[in-house]
């Protein structure tokens, strides 16, 4: 853990973030740009997401959840990170991220540390302005879901990120209201939207390392 500190982690401080360019490349073709003003006007909602790195046998993870069904909720049964609403208690969205990834999967916020910010994300349909982060937890989780938020933790070795292709997969889904959109499929699960977007832009990040 003392080598992913000193090491990766100074390499992952150190990369200039792609941002719009990697978030293009899975974003969903009908989905519009907007800039930061624009965003603001929309008076958006804001939230934090989380990729939590952790040792597993020798490999480095990070966790996906598949959110429980929900009527109310616009991103009900879809694969996506651990994260949430800002709440007014949280200093700043690092500590949203940290405590999201807390309740809704049981990682000990006390282990967890923040390596960087990633690129913001707009995501129109529900109006929530994200910041994503990337941390680590110095120890391994023992995953305990929040039904309530989630039904499933999918473990994804960063590995596989290394040969994420510039042209993803593309897919009808019916979360997607039937529309083609840009998809990543590990072992079946299917990922896409701002999930996907912000995944894109991890995977970038680690190629250039």
């Known amino acids: ?6 090491d990766l982690l100074r390499k992952i401080k150190s990369i200039e973030l792609p941002g719009e360019h990697a978030h293009g490349i899975f974003s969903p073709p009908y989905r519009p740009v907007f800039t930061y003003d624009e965003v603001l006007a929309k008076n958006p909602k804001f939230a934090a997401v989380n990729i939590v790195l952790y040792l597993k046998d020798n490999e480095w993870y990070f966790p996906l959840i598949q959110r429980t ?3 109310h909720d616009r991103h009900s049964g879809q694969i996506s990170l651990p994260g949430g609403k800002r709440e007014e208690m949280d200093r700043d969205f690092a500590e949203t991220a940290i405590r999201e990834t ?30 994503p982060y990337i941390s680590y937890t110095r120890k391994n989780p023992a995953f305990i879901l929040q039904q309530s938020e989630a039904v499933e ?5 960063i590995t596989s990120f290394l040969s994420l292709s510039d042209t993803p997969e593309i897919m009808a889904l019916p979360s997607a209201g039937g529309k083609e959109v840009p998809v990543i499929n590990f072992n079946g699960y299917i990922i896409w939207g701002a999930t996907a977007m912000i995944l894109s832009e991890f995977s970038q990040l680690l190629k250039k390392m």
């Open 153 to 157: 933790v999918i473990e994804f070795p």
């Open 69 to 71: 069904i929900n009527e």
């Open 1 to 6: 853990m003392e080598n992913f500190g000193k």
């Open 102 to 131: 807390s309740e809704e999967i049981g990682i000990d916020k006390h282990y967890v540390r923040i390596i960087r910010e990633m690129s913001p994300i707009y995501i129109p349909p529900s109006n929530f302005y994200v910041y």
